[in-house]
């Protein structure tokens, strides 16, 4: 009875390291939709309107700023120096 019991206490175990996993992962994907977010949305809206034949310019090129933007943010370099309270982002 004790081995039965111990292989139930490791299935448990293995249960825990992947529902462990899969939260670290769903974690992941929230902070990367965080900030890749309005971008995705933009081109996401851009290829909808070119699939039902409307123009999406306007469309595209907000989703290219956007990509610009995320990138112009994403080499500058922060620190504590450069805090400002600026909290309209």
Known sequence: MKANLN???????GM???IVIVALIAVAAIATYQFFGQTVRSQTAGIARELS?????QAINEGRARA???QTQGTTRKGLGAYDND???
């Open 87 to 89: 909290n309209s982002r």
């Open 68 to 70: 610009n933007d995320a």
């Open 53 to 57: 034949g409307q123009d999406a310019t």
């Open 16 to 18: 825990t390291e992947y």
């Open 7 to 13: 292989k139930r206490s490791q299935r448990g175990q």
